[in-house]
């Protein structure tokens, strides 16, 4: 099992800036990527960004590329979540997510290690 567990979030004006970070403990060596998708008030749950073992493989949701930055710390059980140029619409419960999927898709269907989830409120 992996256990997931965020930090940081909170109320930010438009433009402004948020860092997540999660902290994965257990069987952290079974999974293949970690990231980060966020649902808002009655919406579906939806990727944004996601990180491999090698940093060099980061993936991210178009609504973000540009403003989100996902990045994983040197001992590679942190993975944080830098959010730039914050806007209303990205306000959202933020979830750290995990996955032991090769061929994983920006679904959560594919990921099967989730955390409790941080709000992120973006006020205009």
């Known amino acids: 099992q992996v256990q997931l567990v965020e930090s940081g979030g909170g109320l930010v004006q438009a433009g402004g800036s948020v860092r997540l970070s999660c902290l994965a403990s257990g069987r952290t060596y079974s999974t293949v990527v970690t990231g980060w998708f966020r649902q808002a008030p009655g919406k579906e749950r939806e990727f944004v960004a996601a990180i491999g073992w090698s940093r060099e493989n980061t993936y991210y949701a178009d609504s973000v590329k540009g403003r989100f930055t996902v990045s994983r710390d040197n001992a590679g059980k942190t993975v944080n979540l830098q959010m730039n140029s914050l806007k209303p619409e990205d306000t959202a419960v933020y979830y750290c997510?995990?996955?032991?999927?090769?061929?994983?898709?920006?679904?959560?269907?594919?990921?099967?290690?989730w955390g409790q989830g941080t709000q992120v409120t973006v006020s205009s």
């Open positions: 997510a995990a996955t032991s999927v090769a061929g994983w898709r920006p679904s959560t269907n594919d990921f099967k290690y």
